[in-house]
């Protein structure tokens, strides 16, 4: 019996078979496999050992508090580390952005150079400068001042260089009109348009800077990290606990502080 | 007649933003200069430049010998294996936000306390230490990938969460209510409005934490979690700057490659 018009209109329309999404969820099951293969990870295992960790959880949850004093002068280095590291980066990547800013140097070939250096510098992971830095100018805060500056920079000439390219021309065109040379353009037309835009990034940069920082000490780069390190060698996960919480609470106060200040700049 | 004409007429003078402009450069200046002050930069060591010279020197003189050789530890297997790891480990943390995000969406129909908590719990998540979730695995399941794979897996959850709540927050109701007009059940809303709504926004952000897992994931070996970070630790110890240098050369290629296909599919997703 063919089906009556009602029947029909109430059946929801077929939707199309796309053989692509078909390939695309072989390919995930096929990497899902795969990736499982070669890391050997299984599920079973973590349950297995599960006590063990939520052992060391639970010792975590039971932060000894005395050791909040012990770790208050290192915390300010890592800060202090966070800021410089966040003021040097930015100072290059402010240069560096108006020097790969299409609309300010015209000659392709050296943005196109100076754009490469940049896509490389960016991908090298913040720990990495760490480690890195720290075999070339040995244990210490500078080696996680410096890793951060070059850090800072990828992070922070990235998203300027793309606000440059993205001002209104007319100003530009204006003072090339009545004869500026490329400072005074620079002074007048462009800073007028991207100085918020610049603090909002440094402080973006800040924000992940602190984060950052927290942990460069395990591998040695200065900050409080190195409590961290020292603290799980023994085995002792109280205090592990505390530097833990003081991190977090110090990046959640900074976060705050950061966002509302961005928030309040691009009002 | 001249001067006059040229003359442009003075700024307004707001002197409350002045203040409060000049207050602000002064805090940072002060900041900036305190942070100085304590640094000690007496600690460099004194072979630093030529330690830096031998890594630049073995970056453009690699230690070819090292980047295959059949054995399982040599570079390509390295870094296939750190890209597993980061595969597997955003994976997981995309199945874990799902609900997380969910839960921290701050949409009409719920309670302001619901959508904040799970914020704070998101924001606690992604606070917590990378390489401190990673030791605490090594010590469940030992040293290796996969631990690696579960730090990242566990720790994504914080940021990829927050992203797909984000994407939840903005989708349009238009949608949901046409099903529901159509007297669609609660299930019916979510498979055929939510889902597909939201479908692009969690693959384009599931990839970019993909990068960023791929980052991690050339990290997280320092501490012995698996991955490219491992053989890179011993040859900084063992001053072997050559291989050090195609060590860097083989991160960075993976991470262009990685970014430049996850960057080249979310392009055709949108």
């Known amino acids: ?267 | 007649m001249g001067t006059t004409m040229k003359k442009l007429p003075p700024k307004p003078v707001d002197t409350k933003k002045k203040i409060q402009h000049w207050t602000i450069a002064i805090v940072t200046v002060v900041l900036i200069i305190w942070s100085f002050v304590g640094m000690d930069f007496g600690g460099i060591k004194a072979s630093a430049g030529q330690i830096a010279g031998a890594i630049v020197a073995g970056i453009f003189h690699p230690d070819w010998s090292y980047v295959y050789n059949g054995s399982g530890e040599d570079l390509i297997s390295q870094l296939w294996e750190t890209i597993c790891i980061a595969f597997l480990g955003t994976f997981i943390s995309a199945i874990i936000s799902l609900p997380f995000a969910f839960w921290a969406a701050n949409t009409r129909h719920k309670k302001w306390y619901t959508s904040r908590s799970g914020k704070v719990v998101l924001a606690v998540i992604r606070s917590f230490p990378e390489i401190v979730l990673a030791l605490m695995f090594i010590k469940a399941v030992g040293p290796g990938s996969a631990a690696g794979v579960l730090a990242l897996g566990f720790h994504s959850v914080g940021m990829l969460a927050k992203l797909f709540s984000e994407a939840i927050e903005n989708l349009e109701e238009g949608a949901n209510e046409a099903v529901t007009a159509a007297g669609g059940s609660k299930f019916n809303i979510i498979m055929f409005a939510t889902m597909p709504n939201l479908m692009p926004a969690l693959i384009s952000n599931t990839l970019y934490r993909f990068d960023v897992s791929i980052r991690s994931a050339s990290i997280l070996g320092l501490v012995g979690a698996g991955g490219v970070g491992y053989p890179l630790i011993i040859a900084l110890q063992y001053r072997q700057w050559n291989r050090v240098g195609v060590i860097l050369v083989g991160i960075i290629v993976m991470v262009v490659i990685i970014d430049w296909i996850s960057g080249w599919i979310r392009k055709k997703l949108v």
């Not at chain 1, 299984?42 to 939520?54: A, G, M, R």
């Not at chain 1, 951060?148 to 300027?160: D, E, I, P, R």
């Not at chain 1, 462009?190 to 402080?203: A, D, H, K, N, W």
């Open chain 1, 1 to 267: 019996m063919p089906k009556s018009k009602e029947q029909h209109l109430a059946e929801l329309p077929k939707k199309k078979f796309k053989i692509m999404n078909f390939v695309w969820v072989v390919i995930m099951i096929l990497g899902l496999f795969l990736s499982v293969d070669v890391t050997n990870t299984h599920i079973s295992v973590l349950f297995n050992n599960f006590s063990q960790f939520t052992d060391i959880f639970v010792q975590m949850c039971h932060p000894d508090w005395g050791y909040a004093a012990t770790a208050i002068p290192l915390l300010i280095e890592t800060i202090k580390m966070a800021i410089l590291g966040t003021v040097m980066g930015s100072a290059i990547a402010f240069v560096y952005s108006l020097l790969i800013a299409r609309n300010i140097v015209k000659n392709k070939a050296v943005t196109g150079i100076l754009r490469i250096i940049m896509n490389i510098v960016r991908t090298i992971p913040d720990l990495l400068l760490g480690a890195i830095f720290v075999a070339v100018v040995g244990i210490g805060p500078v080696a996680g001042v410096l890793a951060l500056t070059v850090f800072t920079f990828g992070v922070v000439v990235k998203l300027f260089y793309e606000a440059i390219e993205t001002i209104d021309p007319g100003p530009i065109e204006a003072l090339t009109a009545v004869g500026a040379n490329k400072l005074q353009i620079i002074h007048f037309a462009v800073m007028p348009q991207i100085i918020t835009y610049f603090i909002s990034y440094v402080l973006y940069a800040f924000e992940i800077n602190v984060r950052a920082s927290t942990v460069l000490g395990y591998i040695g780069a200065g900050g409080i990290g190195l409590y961290l390190q020292q603290t799980l060698q023994v085995f002792d996960y109280a205090k592990t606990g505390m530097i833990i919480l003081v991190i977090i609470v110090v990046v959640v106060i900074i976060d705050y502080i950061s966002t509302k200040s961005r928030e309040a700049l691009m009002k």
